[in-house]
């Protein structure tokens, strides 16, 4: 059952970078540059789901997405390390 949960994390993880990776190559390079945060959202997705998984980094990635407006914030804004800071 470990082995199990070991490869789901491993594909869902996959699976979301490469979405990630997919929207910077594709997407990004025809819209307006808009995002206010460095790194960017899509970059601070893949350090998130790298750093913390396909479950607490998609969340922490979610999350940034919604803060990325003009009235939510702006700068550097690192993914937090593994104890949450």
Avoid: E
């Amino acid at each position: 059952m470990n082995a199990l949960k070991t490869i789901t994390v491993r594909v869902l993880s996959i699976l979301l970078i490469g979405v990630a990776r997919g929207y910077q190559l594709l997407i990004s390079p025809v819209l307006p540059q808009t995002c206010r945060f460095h790194p960017t959202c899509s970059g601070y997705a893949i350090d998130a789901i790298q750093l913390h998984g396909p479950g607490r980094g998609g969340l922490l990635a979610l999350r940034r997405i919604t803060r990325c407006h003009p009235w939510g914030g702006q700068g550097y804004d690192p993914v937090p390390d593994g104890d949450g800071r």
